[in-house]
């Protein structure tokens, strides 16, 4: 058992503070996300090219620390002698929340089984933001993140989720959402869905419709940008 009181603990350790970052519009950065990347000692960033862009533009001027899913287990034990050291550290992604697709939750892990405090801070989600505009049912849902890619892992994978009664939120790659909804109507049946793009920026879009209203759709409108799907769960009488 462990008991973190984040600001009122004695630990002579640093923090690791997972900042979220905007997900297409900065204006979405909060002011507490500014000033605590501002104070940190550094920054770990899922790519300091991407992320050197957000500091430039808030006048943040904290030294980044390279971390991504193909060097987190290398790095992870520097970051925690630094953190024990009394240094303190901000994780970020690409863009929303860390420990949402990328390597943070493996830095967060073992962090926590060191006893170095952890502190999320709230903003920008794709997955939320999405799902509460989408008319579907906000609760109870199911965040997966991204699907198989192949037909048949992809198939063998909604056959298991057929019965949920949830809301379920996946990514998908804008090349690939037409086939997704083919194989999805294929084990799902007909259901209602959102397909949502660009989210929060100049070309923000949310089609809705029935799984095979989308497909028809999308064999005359090609898609571009990042996409979502919210699919309806599962009714009783299924």
Partial sequence: ??????????????????????????QDMTFRSVQILKEVDFICAEDTRNTGLLLKHFEIETKQ?????HNAYEKIPDLL???????????VSDAGMPSISD?????????IAEDIPVVALPGASAGITALIASGLAPQPHIFYGFLP???????????????????????????????????????????????????????????????????????????????????EGAKEEE
């Fill in 65 to 69: 620390y390279s971390f991504h899913e």
């Fill in 103 to 111: 390597p943070g939750h493996d830095l967060v892990k073992a962090a």
């Fill in 149 to 231: 890619r192949k037909e048949g892992q992809q198939k063998a994978f909604f056959q298991e989720k057929v019965a949920y009664p949830e809301t379920q939120i996946f990514y998908e790659s804008p090349h690939r959402v037409k086939a997704t909804l083919e194989n999805m109507l294929a084990v799902y049946g007909d259901r209602p869905v959102v397909l949502v793009r660009e989210l929060t920026k100049i070309y923000e879009e949310y089609t809705r419709g029935s799984i095979s209203e989308l497909v028809a759709f999308l064999e005359e409108n090609p898609l571009k940008g990042e996409c979502l799907l919210i699919v």
């Fill in 1 to 26: 058992m462990q008991v973190q009181k984040s600001f009122k603990g004695q630990s002579n350790y640093g923090t690791l503070y997972l900042v979220p970052t905007p997900i297409g519009n900065l």
């Fill in 81 to 91: 002698e630094r953190l024990k050291s009394g240094l303190s550290l901000a994780q």
